[in-house]
């Protein structure tokens, strides 16, 4: 018996340091990510070159410590081009590859590098009404948009010698300041003509994460400015805001280009960023899910999509149902995922449509039973399942004594077809009438027959205001 009693708690402990492994997603503990939560990175910094686990300790609900190995980081929603703040997840994937998130923090991409801006000496007619916005060529590493704005004393009514300063500042707070002369002269022949652009590609592909000097070169290669005769291809400064050199997709960049009297041409072309990775992308999700019956749950909300290169696809992924949401049984849904390169993945997911509801069971709280009364328990339970028509129950009334005083238990049990349980009480408090005393001792009657009467007294109350308003207003 010894050896029986020794093997079964063998047994036991083997499963249980099992189920240890695979749940051990509900009980980990990170400790250390105050190091990295909102910790700030200059933009465009290699995250894949930071050790985000670096100082980080892995611990179970009892205290053990796990190798960090198994602790994955996904920064896959960083924009490393773009100021602001991003979430990274730690997690890890079990044995069916399915991703569990242990935590998430988040840390900053801070643009520190002021905008680049680049002026001319601007020469004005006399009384010339001009934008001197439109003079100045500015260019941002962050990609954004910048504010431009300027003082000067200039005094286009008057000849003379003037200065404007622009003060261009970008999202991130930075900004930079460059001078230049106005020179208003009544004798200056004003050159309305605009400069021209020749050679630019209607379409220009570049690949995924192209190096940013690289893609310039491509963007300027071959285009050419001229002012009448006299060639400015070097003043063309190219807008590249809307490109993301780090996501599949189609943009559009601007040329941009003014002569010496400030005047300026502009043109668009389109980017096409490709992917060249040949890597399929990852539909995450459970090998198995349960669902009740007669529910609509969304199917899509089971599975996530990932790609090394595209990122996040959960919204790109189609799925076939064939799950009969009205009838027991197992199903299976495929989905399918497809990149931006064509790179394409599946995954199956098998659904058990089954009944993992409780029936209800609806009795009083307290049955009031005069002493020597009849009683028929079954007039007052009542039990009903959010599938079958008919349920079995048992009531347990073993202790009921309808010939004394007292207050007694009734247990019930209801079990439907798919074997689900539920467990209820209520008491039978079983009173003489013929003692009163005996009567108000038990505390259920008494705290009934105190509600009561607190229930009268504001009723009385609320009638006696009810008239006197009514009086009052007559």
């Known amino acids: 018996m010894k050896r029986l009693l020794l093997l079964l708690f063998f047994v036991v402990m083997f499963v249980t340091l099992s189920d240890r492994s695979v749940y051990a997603d509900e009980n980990l503990t990170i400790d250390g990510l105050e190091n990295f939560n ?10 894949s070159k930071i050790n985000f686990t670096e100082g980080l300790t892995l611990y179970d609900f009892e205290g053990d410590e796990f190798n960090l190995s198994n602790l994955l980081v996904d920064y896959s929603k960083v924009n490393i081009n773009k100021h602001g703040t991003y ?7 079990d044995s069916d590859n399915n991703k569990h998130v242990l935590e998430t923090i988040n840390i900053k991409m801070i643009d520190s590098i002021a905008p680049q801006a680049s002026v001319k000496e601007i020469l004005l007619n006399l009384n010339q009404q001009v934008d001197l916005k439109n003079y100045i060529s500015v ?24 200065f404007v300063n622009y003060i261009v500042s970008d999202a991130g707070g930075n900004y930079t300041t460059v001078k230049t002369k106005v020179i208003v002269s009544n004798y200056v022949e004003i050159d309305h003509e605009a400069p021209t652009f020749s050679h630019i590609r209607e379409e220009i592909t570049i690949s ?16 050419q400015a001229y002012d009448g005769e006299v060639e400015i291809t070097d003043q063309i400064e190219v807008v590249t805001n809307n490109v993301d050199r780090f996501n599949v997709g189609f943009y559009i960049i601007t040329y941009y280009v003014s002569d010496a009297a400030g005047n300026v041409s502009v043109a668009n072309t389109k980017v096409i960023v490709v992917d ?38 959960t919204d790109e992924i189609t799925f076939q149902n064939n799950v009969d949401l009205n009838n027991f049984g197992e199903y299976y849904i495929t989905y399918q995922v497809e990149d931006y390169s064509g790179n394409q993945a599946e995954k199956s997911i098998r659904v058990v449509v089954k009944d993992n509801v409780k029936p209800t069971i609806t009795v009083p709280n307290t049955l009031q039973v005069n002493i020597g009364s009849d009683l028929d328990l079954k007039t007052h339970i009542k039990v009903t399942d959010n599938y079958d028509q008919e349920i079995d129950y048992i009531y347990d009334a073993s202790k009921l004594n309808l010939t004394t005083v007292g207050t007694y238990v009734i247990t019930v049990q209801a079990i439907d077809q798919a074997g689900n349980i539920e467990n209820e009480m209520f008491f039978v408090n079983v009173y003489d009438d013929s003692r009163p005393d005996v009567l108000y001792e038990d505390p259920i009657i008494l705290g009934s027959l105190v509600a009561a009467g607190v229930s009268l007294v504001v009723i009385l109350v609320s009638s006696i205001f009810s008239k006197s308003r009514r009086r009052r207003y007559r």
């Open 87 to 93: 979430n990274i997840d730690y997690y890890f994937l």
């Open 276 to 313: 060249d990775d040949v890597d399929y992308p990852v539909i995450i999700g459970p090998h198995q899910v349960d669902i009740t019956i007669n529910t609509t749950p969304n199917f899509r909300n089971f599975v996530t999509a990932m790609d090394e290169i595209c990122g996040d696809l």
């Open 38 to 47: 909102n910790k700030e990175f200059p933009i465009k910094t290699d995250l």
């Open 139 to 162: 260019s941002d590493d962050s990609g954004l948009p910048v504010n431009v704005e300027y003082i000067t004393n200039v005094d286009v009514t008057k000849v003379g010698f003037y």
């Open 208 to 223: 995924q994460g192209h190096d940013e000097t690289k893609a310039l070169e491509i963007y300027k290669s071959g285009v």
